[in-house]
């Protein structure tokens, strides 16, 4: 929510980047619950926590789109 006056330029520019992230990640990645190891729901997730809040297991669709990470990480690296 936008509230007041003004709003930092950076605001939208980051709203974009996170959409653009999250939408990669679950494009390019299967996410599974770990057997033994529920995923809490119900209750909000700790802000400050040292450690991941429950356990999932994350693997990438298909050879297609590991060639596809690998292809777009090697053009973003800085030379």
């Given at each position: 929510m936008i509230e007041?006056?003004?709003v930092c330029a950076g605001w939208?520019?980051?709203n974009q980047n996170l959409?653009?992230?999250i939408a990669r990640l679950v494009?390019?990645?299967d996410f599974h619950s770990v057997p033994g190891a529920p995923i809490p729901i119900g209750r909000p997730l700790p802000m400050s926590s040292?450690?991941?809040?429950?356990?999932v297991k994350i693997t990438v669709r298909?050879?297609?789109h590991e060639a596809l990470i690998r292809r777009e990480s090697a053009s973003a690296?800085?030379?």
């Open positions: 007041g006056r003004r939208f520019v980051a959409f653009l992230s494009y390019c990645f040292a450690t991941a809040p429950f356990q298909s050879p297609e690296v800085i030379q």
